[in-house]
């Protein structure tokens, strides 16, 4: 099988992304113990710790399956956590990679996978599109709990930081990807998607469910273009 850099690209920036997603995930357990959460949330955040390093596996499996060679280089330095307070670096996280960047993830990944045919991708992205509905569903229970421990600050923190993250899911999904040009139908069937349904996906997601989940639980974004069912 012949492919563009383009589709090879793909797999490898997924294989670096998804081991930068179990080093996020692996700071949420921390800072869940720190802050004392429930058992149950940190249990969940331990599988979503290993379901990532299986990500980051499978992402280099798909590469290697579509003419990629040798190991995927990961930059380290970009894993050093942040100093902060517990509680704050746990809501920032659950935020920016649960709230949003795993709510997201469920309808990207679903539209990769609805034009994937080489076998090699159809099967990890169908593994990481089961793996992702229950990591987003972690990241509203841990929201709940966040709410619960801190009913005066979490609210105000999450509509202050809303369109801030937003913008950063927005950038990237989008921009890193050089997706302009139309796809072939054999970077369809590697699991592509084009620039077009990016946007469009992400900005339905934001619109249809994220916004509208955070104004249940009383949090509007602080400032900025997105309202509520908008
Ligand atoms: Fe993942
Ligand atoms: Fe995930």
């Known amino acids: 099988m012949t492919l563009t850099p383009r589709a090879l690209d793909e797999w490898r920036n997924r294989a670096e992304a998804e081991y930068r997603s179990a080093a996020v995930a692996a700071r949420v357990v921390h800072n869940l113990i720190a802050t004392g959460m429930p058992r149950a949330l940190v249990q969940t955040g331990q599988r979503i710790v290993n379901d990532e390093l299986d990500h980051a596996e499978l992402s280099h499996g798909v590469w290697l399956a579509l003419g990629g060679e040798g190991g995927v280089d990961i930059d380290v330095a970009q894993l050093t956590p942040p100093a902060g307070p517990p ?4 809501a ?3 935020l920016r990679a649960f709230c949003i960047g795993e709510t997201v993830a469920v309808p990207l990944f679903a539209a990769m996978r609805a034009g994937a045919e080489h076998p090699a ?3 990890a992205l169908e593994r990481i599109l089961r793996d992702e509905a229950v990591h987003r569903a972690f990241g509203w229970d841990a929201l709940a709990a966040l709410l619960a421990l801190d009913p005066e600050g979490v609210p105000p923190f999450m509509a202050a930081r809303l369109p801030e993250a937003l913008e950063g899911c927005r950038r990237a999904y989008i921009v890193p990807h050089d997706l302009r040009r139309p796809l072939s139908a054999e970077e369809r069937g590697a699991g592509l998607i084009d620039l077009d349904e990016y ?4 900005e339905e997601c934001i619109r249809s469910s994220i916004l509208p989940r955070f104004a249940k639980l ?4 602080a400032h ?3 309202t509520p069912g908008g």
Do not use: R
């Open 121 to 123: 991708v159809v099967s």
């Open 87 to 90: 509680l704050l670096l746990l």
């Open 199 to 202: 946007q469009h996906i992400v």
């Open 218 to 221: 009383g949090i509007t974004p």
């Open 92 to 94: 920032e996280d659950v």
């Open 224 to 226: 900025g273009e997105d």
